[in-house]
């Protein structure tokens, strides 16, 4: 088993920063992937980012790419996700999610084998 804590998620103006933050604990992977999602009210759980822990290679949804960065700090087994010039569009329940092996970097939900509790953000314009 894995368990996710995610945290630092708040309200914020648009075009602030915020970094969330997911430590992973319990029998954790080398091979391991760590992802973020995001659902906003009536909306599907949508793909944001995703990281290889070993090696660090990332992919970044459309959405978010040139804003959002997605890192890794594998001494503290803790998942990043900086997040800058933040839009209302942004506003939504934000997921960190762990795979514990694969291939291919994970985008969908069902990919992902572990879930954290989710942390809200929220940016007004």
């Known amino acids: 088993q894995v368990q996710l804590v995610e945290s630092g998620g708040g309200l914020v103006q648009a075009g602030a920063s915020l970094r969330l933050s997911c430590v992973a604990s319990g029998r954790t992977f080398v091979s391991a992937f760590m992802g973020w999602f995001r659902q906003a009210p009536g909306k599907e759980r949508e793909f944001v980012a995703t990281?290889?822990?070993?090696?660090?290679?990332?992919l970044h949804a459309d959405s978010v790419k040139g804003r959002f960065t997605i890192s890794r700090d594998n001494a503290k087994n803790t998942g990043y996700l900086q997040m800058n010039n933040l839009k209302p569009d942004d506003t939504a329940v934000y997921y960190c999610?762990?795979?514990?092996?694969?291939?291919?970097?994970?985008?969908?939900?069902?990919?992902?084998?572990?879930w954290g509790q989710g942390t809200q953000v929220t940016v007004s314009s």
């Open positions: 999610a762990y795979r514990r092996w694969g291939v291919a970097l994970p985008t969908t939900p069902k990919e992902y084998d572990y």
């Open positions: 990281i290889r822990w070993s090696g660090g290679s990332t």
